[in-house]
């Protein structure tokens, strides 16, 4: 038998110490070390035997669809059985909303669903639905409940296909001295419905907040357990939600769902390729439209840019929705390649609708922007940038290159700048003009412009 050893784990991060802390190290919480044992189950544990692969049958993973287009394909073409799903994002975005409209289209299809509802009180959950115009859902039940042992009996009491956890940060077990959302709780809890969905072969959504500061414990230590996470987020200011695969053991994760949360609920968005663009032929400096891959889907964003001259000591420089250290190797090239001078500017840049471009393929965009916003004028209109720039100022191939200038074409986009060798895009329909260098492009561009980039 293993010697019992006594940890003390923070209980905002999950910090393991071997003596009592009063400062977290980690994340600087106060007074957040508890003790724990290392034996001390926050698991369950079922002995396995080990099985042929031949043996395995994989059609115990049969999926249903829950009818909502948008989550289907983000789950990798619906709910398995058995899966564990963890919905992250901010409070307020929209988790409560999409989960109730789960539960009442699962429920339309006679499966039974149990929503425990731990931190609303069922008034609340109620007012929602009238809001989202959910009747007749029969097999559809509710418990306000945050007690383990409690939900525990209510399980057996309706014998749910489907639970939904809102939210597991609320859940804690009583026979255990540890405080709401803390790690001992919010894995005591997870394990609790996973072992519950793996025995019975029945899906869990557990719901989980995240802050932008990350300083509520819970979906970070949750996604190695589940099998499934996905992110629900989005701009405030806009009505656009973005739900995004982070982890799939059933599928891939490149897909994302799109919706519209307006005054009558959470719609689906199946044709989204130019939500995100105002207008194809609006052309203002700093503007660029960028055709981006999301899985198989092709969405056209617009890449807008501000380069002006700075009164602080330190420039800014402030990337909304786009990878940092990709904007900042993007504008040393600029700076290197191209003479320009950013040391004394200022640098904003911004994506449309709060969606988020982590590709290279952008690069080019990116690129074409600050030129454009440094010079003070517009690129040409009805034309998309494609192209990964490498350290050099060589503009280098990117995949999806046909996908992204098909849906470009779609869309009444008239031409594209793209790298050299670009495959298979002579059949789709626009006019291609291949730049290999980042010098190149400086010239062809801008309406009228010459290659005067150093002045
Ligand atoms: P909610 O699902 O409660 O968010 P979460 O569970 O992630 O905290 O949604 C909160 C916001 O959504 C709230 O500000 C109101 C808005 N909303 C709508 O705009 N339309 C609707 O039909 C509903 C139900 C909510
Ligand atoms: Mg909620």
Same mark, same amino acid.
């Given at each position: ?255 994302i769902g799109v919706f519209k949360m307006d005054s009558s609920g959470l719609v689906e968005v199946p044709d989204s390729s130019r939500l995100f663009v105002s207008s194809i032929s609006a052309a203002h400096p700093g503007l660029v439209i960028f055709p981006a891959q999301e899985g198989r889907r092709t ?29 900042? /190797? ?7 390649? $191209?003479?320009?001078?950013? !040391? *004394?500017?200022?640098? +904003?840049?911004? &994506? @449309?609708?709060? /969606? ?7 690069? $080019?965009?990116?690129?074409? !922007? *600050?030129?454009?916003? +440094?010079?003070? &004028? @517009? ?77």
């Open positions: 038998m293993t010697k019992e050893k006594k940890i003390f784990v923070c209980q905002e991060c999950g910090h393991i110490s071997v003596r009592w802390l009063g400062k977290c190290p980690s994340c600087g919480a106060w007074n957040s070390f508890y003790e724990e044992r290392t034996n001390q189950a926050t698991t369950f544990h079922e002995k396995q035997k080990p099985h042929l692969i031949s043996e395995i049958k994989s059609s115990d993973n049969i999926r249903v669809s829950t009818t909502i287009g948008e989550l289907d394909r983000t789950l990798g073409g619906g709910l398995v059985g058995g899966a564990v799903v963890l919905l992250s994002g901010e409070p307020g975005i929209g988790k409560s909303t999409l989960v109730l409209l789960v539960s009442a289209r699962l429920s339309g299809q006679g499966k039974k669903v149990l929503y425990i509802s731990a931190e609303e009180s069922l008034q609340q959950v109620s007012m929602r639905a009238e809001r989202l115009g959910i009747k007749n859902a029969g097999t559809l039940f509710f418990v306000p409940e945050n007690e383990l042992k409690t939900i525990g009996e209510a399980l057996e009491s309706v014998m749910p296909d489907t639970v939904i956890v809102d939210s597991v940060q609320m859940i804690y077990d009583s026979e255990f001295d540890y405080p709401f959302g803390s790690v001992f709780q919010v894995k005591r809890a997870a394990q609790f419905f996973i072992e519950w969905a793996k025995k019975g072969n029945h899906s869990v959504f557990l719901i989980g907040h995240i802050t932008k500061e990350g300083s509520i414990a819970g979906p970070k230590i949750l996604e190695h357990l589940v099998d499934v996470v996905l992110y629900f987020e989005g701009d405030r200011l806009s009505n656009l939600r973005i739900l995004r695969g982070m982890k799939n053991r059933f599928g891939s994760t490149d897909e969405i056209l964003v617009e890449i807008q840019s501000l380069i002006t001259t700075s009164y602080l000591g330190v420039p800014r420089r402030t990337f909304t929705g786009l990878d940092y250290n990709r904007v900042n /190797l993007v504008l040393a090239v600029l700076e290197k390649k $191209l003479r320009m001078n950013l !040391a *004394s500017r200022d640098v +904003y840049f911004n &994506v @449309s609708g709060g /969606l988020r471009i982590t590709e290279s393929a952008a690069d $080019l965009a990116i690129a074409v !922007a *600050s030129i454009s916003s +440094y010079r003070d &004028v @517009s690129c040409l209109p009805e034309t998309v940038f494609i192209g990964e720039i490498a350290l050099t100022g060589e503009i280098r191939p990117v995949q999806h290159i046909a996908t992204r200038l098909k849906e470009a074409a779609r869309l009444g986009f008239k031409q594209a700048f793209v790298p050299p060798g670009s495959e298979g895009v002579s059949s789709s329909g626009i006019k291609t003009v291949e730049v290999g260098w980042l010098g190149d492009i400086a010239g062809l561009a801008f309406k009228g412009a010459k290659d005067d980039i150093h002045r």
